[in-house]
């Protein structure tokens, strides 16, 4: 036991072992005190949460297609109406829907397409039925040892952000307003001069 120190000193501390608090870290790159604090990204009341709207389609009345014959090696390009058949060598092409994306969007381009086979006995073959997009032909092609049919692209349809117009209310032009002309002041003729009345008892030469 340390003896206690006369009146009117102050203890000496010992600094053979200097304190350190226990909740203190070492420092150093390893250090807990340097590891990154992890962000609070939970959404707060005062955050406004956007929704991105849905990609808008244009729903179109005609799809064109290319066609390859294999044997000759030429390629063709034919349109089809939705839901009509058009017949391109031995394959019979009907068209469903046909889809497109505005201007202001990614371009993508799909339609689902049925694709028969008509063969030598006169049969009707189903060969292809699925959704056919113009970016990707190889994706779901039509398998034939002869022909080969993809999607071009689809035409007809209307963007969606553009007002229809009818037809019968075509664009006229507003009516011209007419500027009022000055008043032009009416002036009088001017007076003729008059002859004196010849005298009394003279007459007028005859005339040559």
Request: aromatic content about 6%; charged content about 15%.
């Amino acid at each position: 036991m340390a003896p206690a120190p006369p009146p009117g000193q102050r203890p000496q501390q010992d600094v053979s072992t200097p304190s350190q608090p226990a909740t203190a870290l070492p420092p150093g790159p390893g250090s807990p005190r340097n590891a990154p604090q992890q962000a609070n990204t939970a959404p707060q009341p005062s955050d406004e949460v956007v929704v991105e709207p849905p990609p808008q389609r244009i729903n179109n009345p005609t799809t064109v297609f290319s066609g390859l014959d294999k044997i000759t090696g030429r390629i063709i390009s034919f349109d089809v109406a939705i839901n009509e058949t058009v017949q391109f060598g031995a394959l019979q092409v009907t068209p469903r829907v046909c889809y497109s994306r505005p201007p202001t969007e990614t371009p993508n381009t799909d339609a689902f397409v049925e694709v028969d086979e008509v063969t030598l006995q006169g049969e009707i073959k189903r060969i292809f039925t699925g959704w056919m997009f113009a970016a990707s032909p190889g994706l779901h092609a039509v398998e034939h040892p002869i022909y080969d049919v993809w999607l071009t692209e689809c035409k007809g349809g209307q963007n969606p952000n553009v007002a229809e117009v009818p037809a019968d209310q075509t664009a006229k032009p507003p009516p011209r307003q007419q500027q009022p002309q000055p008043q032009q002041r009416r002036t009088s003729p001017p007076p003729q001069p008059q002859r004196a009345p010849p005298p009394p008892g003279f007459f007028p030469p005859p005339a040559r």
